[in-house]
């Protein structure tokens, strides 16, 4: 059972009972949930976005971060379990798309619901290994790896005592990805939309079309302008088509 608090630790914003669709958005790896600040504005008001804030970062700076799927999915089901009393979207970003993903599977067998839209976003499908794996490196060698990933600033890769701060929860986050393996099961029966950055050597077209064996229902695919990070440097066009299917479910609702 986890020990991981069930209540408002996992969300950086309280739950609005007016909400009619929950959107809860997932971080990349050694990101944190502040990535998604200002999305709320960008979206439908009958939307309440929802940043889930892992262990290990920012407010959640003092807890230890996990460091493998099976713990985090359902430690992340419990912490929201009180949140998903209405229709719910789940989106994620890298890491974070993995995550989202298991998460929709885990709620569908343990708690009998499923989001109503899954949104991956720069991830190859869940089945797709990691071809370069870093989390096993010693610190030097994977704070020099970590260069081919631009959401990790140079001047902290230079600043060797806040690495050293800030390396466990890395760590821990690489390994969650590179260590994952998908099982088999059942494809989801929410529609899949897949984002890509056009110039994303992490996550290509061909590997995110490879999400639609994961569903029964609709798939899309649209391209971004951009690299792996498009999320933060071309974030306009991804809201804007965010918001063309949260109004879709919120038109269905009527």
């Not at 970590?146 to 390994?175: G, V, Y």
Request: net charge negative; proline share 8%; charged share 20%.
């Amino acid at each position: 059972m986890s020990t991981y608090p069930q209540n408002g630790a996992w969300l950086l914003a309280q739950p609005d009972a007016q909400d009619q669709i929950r959107l809860f958005c997932f971080p990349y790896a050694g990101g944190g949930a502040s990535v998604y600040r200002g999305w709320k504005t960008a979206l439908p008001p009958a939307v309440g976005v929802y940043p889930v804030q892992l262990p290990g970062r920012e407010n959640r700076m003092a807890e230890p971060a996990l460091c493998d799927m099976g713990e985090l999915v359902p430690a992340i089901a419990a912490g929201i379990a009180g949140q998903i009393d209405r229709p719910f979207v789940l989106f994620g970003h890298s890491m974070g798309a993995r995550i989202a993903f298991e998460l929709a599977r885990h709620l569908r067998q343990h708690r009998g619901v499923q989001p109503c839209h899954l949104i991956v976003a720069g991830s190859r499908a869940a089945h797709m290994r990691e071809p370069q794996p870093l989390h096993h490196l010693p610190p030097d060698e994977f704070v020099q790896e970590l260069r081919r990933f631009s959401a990790t600033p140079e001047e902290l890769l230079q600043h060797k005592e806040l690495m050293e701060l800030f390396l466990p929860t890395l760590r821990a986050d690489f390994t969650v990805d590179e260590t994952y393996v998908c099982a088999e099961a059942a494809p989801l029966d929410c529609p899949i939309t897949a984002f890509g950055g056009t110039e994303d050597a992490e996550a290509g077209q061909n590997e995110l079309a490879a999400w639609a064996s994961y569903t029964r229902a609709e798939f899309s695919l649209e391209m971004i302008p951009g690299d792996h990070f498009f999320l933060r440097t071309n974030g306009v066009p991804l809201l804007r088509s965010l918001a063309r299917i949260l109004n879709r479910h919120l038109v269905a609702q009527r």
